[in-house]
């Protein structure tokens, strides 16, 4: 069955960096965008970035832009979001997310990773 | 960046009640709306697309409507099952800004 498993979440300080990874399973990876999108403690679901199935475009909500960068490794079905320069305000649970074909929509959602960052 | 506001924020209802919730847009975003379904501690479900479209194996009590700027979610027979968050989201503004409503929670009354 599709599932994505996300790793790499922790504990980290202010101004540090953290790598996660989405691992993608039972469908073909190569050919459909990705989406990281978060949730703040107790707080709404935000958009972080989306990548195009080829990796070709990256797109980047507007708090993160010149932070964090998403990429992909299609030879091995795996997302990842390299965050960097961390601020308090980007604790968070991570989540990655599949878009069907054609359309900027989230249809299939890993279980997510929790990042926090802290003195 | 196009603003979502849902409404209410929160509501009480009953198994086999009828709820609405209201999802509205800061500018027009034509039929690009999607809803999703959030339980605690889990990921959100996607449900709605192109405002009205059910996702594959939704149950057919969900159905959404609108264009422009004003939208609903309705849930014909709330089942114990349906107590969530709800979460509204446009998709017109892509490749720019993909933003969020700040959800409805729905409880047991």
């Known amino acids: 069955q599709v599932q994505l498993v996300e790793s790499g979440g922790g504990v980290v300080q202010p101004g540090g960096s953290l790598r996660l990874s989405c691992a993608a399973s039972?469908?073909?990876?190569?050919?459909?965008?990705m989406h990281w999108v978060r949730q703040a403690p107790g707080k709404g679901l935000e958009w972080v970035a989306f990548?195009?199935?080829?990796?070709?475009?990256?797109y980047y909500a507007d708090s993160v832009k010149g932070r964090f960068t998403i990429s992909r490794d299609n030879s091995k079905n795996t997302l990842y979001l390299q965050m960097n320069s961390l601020r308090a305000e980007d604790t968070a649970v991570y989540y990655c997310?599949?878009?069907?074909?054609?359309?900027?929509?989230?249809?299939?959602w890993g279980k997510g990773t929790t990042v926090t960052v802290s003195s | 960046a196009i603003r979502m506001t849902q409404s209410p924020s929160s509501l009480s209802a009953s198994t086999g009640d009828r709820v609405t919730i209201t999802c509205r847009a800061s500018?027009?975003?034509?039929?690009?709306l999607a809803w999703y379904q959030q339980k605690p501690g889990k990921a959100p479900k996607l449900l709605i697309y192109?405002?009205?479209t059910l996702q594959s194996g939704v149950p057919s009590r969900f159905s959404g409507s609108g264009s422009g700027t004003d939208f609903t979610l309705t849930i014909s027979c709330l089942q114990s099952e349906d107590f969530a968050t709800y979460y509204c989201?446009?998709?017109?503004?892509?490749?720019?800004?993909?933003?969020f409503g700040g959800g409805t929670k729905v409880e047991i009354k």
């Open positions: 192109a405002a009205s």
């Open positions: 990548i195009r199935y080829d990796g070709s475009n990256k």
């Open positions: 500018q027009g975003i034509s039929s690009y």
């Open positions: 997310a599949k878009a069907p074909p054609g359309a900027p929509l989230m249809d299939v």
């Open positions: 989201q446009q998709y017109y503004s892509y490749p720019r800004q993909l933003t």
């Open positions: 039972g469908f073909t990876f190569s050919s459909y965008g």
